[in-house]
């Protein structure tokens, strides 16, 4: 790939799957927290499925937009927008009410300086949103740090194994799944919790950050040496199929690739592809943050983009210099300090 526009296109193709996940759902589909990393090309995925499914639904996508044209670029393909602060109850209130909803809202980096407002967003907003629509279907993003650590020949948490979140930030993805559990229970609300990690794409990631280091020949620190990924364009289609799953009390279900990856392995094959030695600090840990989703890819099927074609990807992206968000994942943090 060698622009944006192409890598947007290939992420937002949907599947016959997604298509028929689309043309099932009944009514529209509202989108809280869209202009993140992630919410455009879902927003365009699904737009894209309900298109080729010949029906007449809405996808309408809400976000304050800070990020400078990201309205503009969803209004362009017939996505409808809405302005709004989800943190204003006199905004959200306001909002259409639609009967499927995905929650992407939430506070990630910048938590260890602004611990007060990350626990507002993912867990005092949720019970807002829960309350507003509780007559709706909600898939919750949520993630993997709800975890913790395991041994790395143990193939990875699952979806009924216990929680133990690791610093403010996971303690308060987990406060956010309690939360929306919570207003399950109370309002028969049918959810689906989807806990993510790690989605890449060619301008953020996992890959992204060992690929950059290895070609600027900067030291990877190896403590956190292995992890799952899955390409932003998979982790999209499986999200927008999960509705199927919800129900009341919430259904859980672990979101990411099927492999196990290697930190030194990973760094070892882009330097093969740069033609460099990579540069490393520490010795892997006998735990990382890992999830097993061996549930996902029985209902699901296993991802369409494997792990040798996104490396493919990523090199080639550095090589031409791609546009990339400049959003480093921190994944290498062990103390849950993001």
């Known amino acids: 790939m060698e622009t944006v526009e192409q890598l947007e296109n290939v992420m937002s193709f949907p599947t016959t799957e997604v298509v ?47 990020t400078r044209g990201t309205n503009e670029e969803l209004k362009k ?28 809202a939430g506070q990630k980096f910048g938590s260890s ?12 907003l949720p019970g807002r949103v829960a309350q507003k629509y509780k007559n709706s279907k909600i898939i919750v993003f949520s993630t993997g740090n709800v975890y913790p650590f395991t041994m790395i020949a143990n193939g990875g948490s699952r979806e009924l194994g216990p929680v133990d979140p690791i610093g403010e930030y996971a ?7 309690r939360i929306f559990e919570h207003f399950s229970n109370q ?6 919790i989807v806990r993510l990690n790690y989605a890449i794409d060619l301008r953020y990631g996992i890959l992204l950050d060992v690929a950059q280091k290895v070609a600027n020949q900067h030291p990877i620190d190896l403590t956190m040496g292995n992890v799952n990924v899955i390409w ?8 927008l199929r999960t509705f199927s799953l919800c129900q009341s009390p919430p259904v859980i279900l672990n ?26 600090e520490l010795e892997e840990s006998e735990t990382s943050l890992l999830t097993n989703t061996s549930r996902c890819q029985k209902i699901f099927g296993y991802p369409q983009v494997n792990l040798d074609q996104m490396v493919e990807w ?10 990339t968000l400049n959003k480093p994942t921190k994944f290498e943090i062990r103390n849950g300090r993001f």
């Open 255 to 280: 979101l990411s690739g099927p492999e196990t990856v290697s930190i030194r392995h990973l760094a070892n094959h882009f330097g093969e592809i740069f033609n460099v030695l990579p540069i490393f």
């Open 20 to 66: 028929n996940a689309m043309s099932e759902l009944e009514g529209d589909l509202l989108i809280l927290g869209v202009g993140g990393k992630m919410g455009p090309t879902l927003a365009k995925l699904a737009k894209r499925a309900i298109d080729n499914s010949n029906q007449n639904k809405k996808v309408i996508g809400v976000s304050r937009f800070s």
């Open 171 to 177: 303690q308060s993805c987990l406060g956010r799944e």
């Open 113 to 124: 300086d602004n611990e007060s407002l990350t626990w507002v967003m993912n867990t005092y």
């Open 187 to 192: 309002f028969d609300i049918p959810i689906t």
């Open 232 to 239: 932003q364009g998979d982790a999209n289609a499986i999200v």
């Open 77 to 104: 393909v017939g996505i409808e927008t809405i302005i709004c602060d989800l943190l204003e109850d006199d905004q959200l209130f306001k909002l259409p009410d639609t009967p499927n909803v995905i929650f992407m």
């Open 314 to 323: 990523v090199a080639h992206w550095v090589k031409i210099n791609g546009m």
